[in-house]
């Protein structure tokens, strides 16, 4: 993939016979120009939490390509369900269907999306919802959700895939498995066949004084020793090493990612929301974001975000909610 | 041009022009360099002796040396060589050499930054000024206003509160080369304050409160904030975030190796920002320069290290 903007092919490309429903977290401004766009390319409609006089506003830019929800007092329960796939977009009628992906919109705060995400991926119950989960019925399912980001790197004429830039924080060995395997489905749904992924360090050695180094080496060999698919992991690899293949060959890197990483898997959400920004706001590249691994997506573009990128990951959200994304514990 | 020496330095070629002003106002520096016998470092050396930057004193394998000057075409004669064969004892006659008083700077060649490192902190010399080198990149990035800078991305793995304090207290020995009177720096933190580190989190807020009640001072210290706030106080105000530093930082304080390491180098490789580093917090900095910097970023890392060496003379005099 070399720019953001082929997502539309492949959204095109898709069987479509039934549109697909996104919910939509009290959107603003530049949230609505992103629906409005998405409305008029995609087979979407919305429905949308926000107060009445609004939705009444947006229904009028959107055409009916838009449902009220109403305003709803307890957005981090109303999104943690969303996530479990336990909401459907219909009001108390049901009149609308399943909901397939779910956007955060400028106002929904990021501390809200961030409780929400961290309680579905923790299995807990979901709070004021005790009247649907009895607490002598089975435990809420665990899922693992993780942020991932493209990110249209023109100086290298191609669209990266990072991740975890919002919801894993410092994450370890095992949960950064588990992010590579929301990648890999990402990478799936982008038509990255064989990706390659590479574990971001400061350096290319291993130093046992560097633990990230150290866990990076060990991931690399486990995804090399139980190679179940197409993907190649290597690690630790600096970020020039992994994606220049000039660097790469000066400094004696070998294999199939050093140079040319589709994937950054970093040891931080520092790491990989520190190059989204930096990209996103100093040179306007085009990205989207999306954190995965819940029963349907959610499309979290950042408050820094442009009327574009909230578009991208509306678009991003609408192509991984055709995938089966895995659930891994 | 040469730039007005009060103002602050905002780009990488105020940088460079900087140091050539100094050098013709006479003061060349002198630069003591560990295991010379490294293409990309005669070669930058080469550069800035011709620029009359730089004078340097090389310590390292002669026979190695000349033959890497047949080889790029370099004058040798302009360079004095001092021969030791092995990486490791050339590396602690240079930092002995500077630590006599017979060099400004140390340069890093073909030996490792540990070595270099333990020789210029060894109690041997009078090199250490405190316990903690750390590194500095400083970023002429495209669409920023001013020069940019991060650390630690090179030196220290994960810092502990007090090299925490180190690092900054160093940083601002580079702000100060750089004209830099009050640098802001953000803490780089994650959009979410819930993601923090509880540890972390309290580490922040004694370091911002330091700085806000005088204990330390020279800077202004706030966040942790993610990179998009540090970068534009428009952004900043869409998350509630109001502060000093916002839209106009000097510095990044980042709070782990891989962090520093991989955002400025994500700013170096996709948006073509020059970049200049060096490590502070001995008496002399020490400047690294690797085969796979440009010729513009070792000419500018050289010329970082030169105003740097030349604010330490300042200061002791």
């Known amino acids: 993939m070399k720019t953001v903007n082929e997502i539309l092919s492949l959204l095109a490309g898709r069987d479509t016979r039934d549109k697909l429903t996104g919910v939509v977290f009290f959107p603003g401004e530049d949230t609505v ?19 009445a006089s609004i939705v009444q506003e947006i229904e009028t830019q959107l055409g009916n390509a838009c449902h009220e929800f109403g305003q709803t007092k307890d957005p981090v329960r109303e999104l943690s369900q969303c996530l479990l796939g336990k909401r459907s977009t219909g009001k108390a009628s049901g009149d609308f269907g399943p909901c397939h992906f779910v956007v955060r919109g400028d106002f929904l705060s990021l501390d809200d999306a961030y409780q929400a995400i961290s309680l579905v991926g923790s299995g807990q119950d979901i709070p004021g919802a005790a009247s649907e989960v009895s607490p002598a ?38 949960t950064r498995l588990a992010i590579i395997g929301n990648c890999l489905s990402v990478c799936k749904a982008i038509g990255i066949s064989a990706p390659r992924v590479a574990l971001l360090a400061a350096v290319e050695q291993v130093y046992p004084g560097m633990p990230v180094t150290v866990e ?34 000066e400094k004696g890197a070998t294999g199939e990612v050093a140079g040319n990483a589709d994937v950054l898997v970093g040891s931080s959400i520092e790491v990989i929301n520190g190059i989204y920004m930096a990209q996103t706001v100093l040179a306007g590249a085009n990205a989207a974001s ?40 | 041009m040469i730039t007005d020496m009060k103002e602050p330095i905002r780009r990488a070629s105020e940088l460079i022009e900087r140091a050539r002003a100094l050098a013709k106002g ?30 340097p004193h090389l310590f390292g394998d002669r026979d190695k040396i000349l033959a890497i000057c047949r080889e790029l075409s370099l004058d040798a004669s302009r360079f004095s060589i001092s021969h030791f064969s092995d990486p490791g004892e050339a590396a602690r006659e240079a930092v002995a050499f500077a630590d006599a008083g017979e060099a400004d700077i140390i340069m890093k ?28 990149a400083v970023l002429d990035v495209p669409g920023y206003h001013k020069l940019l800078s991060f650390t630690d991305g090179g030196v220290v793995v994960r810092p502990s509160f007090d090299q925490r304090v180190d690092i900054v207290r160093n940083y601002l020995s580079v702000a100060g080369a750089l004209g830099i009177q009050l640098p802001k720096i953000a803490i780089l933190g994650t959009p979410v304050a819930a993601a923090l580190a509880a540890d972390v989190q309290a580490e922040n807020s004694r370091l911002i409160s330091m700085f806000r009640t005088g204990e330390l001072r020279g800077a202004i210290v706030d966040g942790p904030m993610s990179l998009d706030c540090a970068l534009s ?76 060496a030349a604010s330490v003379d300042r200061a002791s005099t």
Not at chain 1, 161 to 166: C, L, P
Not at chain 2, 246 to 251: L, R
């Open chain 1, 290 to 329: 999306v954190v995965v691994g819940g029963k349907a997506p959610l499309a979290l573009p950042f408050p820094s975000d442009c009327v574009d990128n909230i578009f991208f990951s509306i678009c991003l959200a609408c192509l991984l909610s055709s995938h089966d994304l895995p659930s891994v514990a």
């Open chain 1, 33 to 51: 120009l992103a629906l409005k766009k998405a409305a008029s390319l995609l087979p979407v409609e919305f429905a949308i939490y926000a107060s």
């Open chain 1, 216 to 249: 990076s080496a060990e991931i690399a060999n486990i995804c090399k020793a139980g190679k179940t698919t197409r993907a190649h992991v290597d690690g630790p690899l600096s970020f020039d090493v992994a994606l220049v293949e000039q660097v790469a060959k």
């Open chain 1, 137 to 174: 019925g089975p435990k809420p399912e665990r899922l693992f959700l993780s942020h991932v980001a493209l990110l249209e790197a023109a100086a290298l004429a191609r669209v990266l895939v990072m991740s975890d830039g919002f919801v894993n924080p410092r994450p370890d060995i095992r």
């Open chain 2, 109 to 136: 060649g073909f030996v490792s930054s540990s070595v270099i490192m333990k020789a210029v902190l060894s109690k041997e010399f009078t090199l250490r000024r405190s316990d903690t080198l750390s590194h500095v």
């Open chain 2, 233 to 308: 106080e428009r952004i900043a105000s869409r998350y509630g975030v109001r502060s000093p530093v916002s839209g106009d930082v000097d510095a990044i304080l980042v709070n782990a190796i891989e962090e520093c390491n991989v955002v400025a180098k994500s700013l170096i490789v996709l948006l073509g920002a020059i970049f200049a580093g060096v490590v502070v917090g001995a008496r002399l900095p020490v400047s690294l320069v690797s085969r796979t910097d440009t010729r513009q970023n070792k000419k500018a890392s050289i010329a970082l290290a030169s105003l740097v």
């Open chain 2, 26 to 55: 006479g003061k060349r520096q002198r630069i003591a360099v560990a295991a010379a016998q490294d293409p990309d470092v005669l070669d930058a050396l080469s550069e800035a002796f011709e620029e009359g930057v730089a004078e």
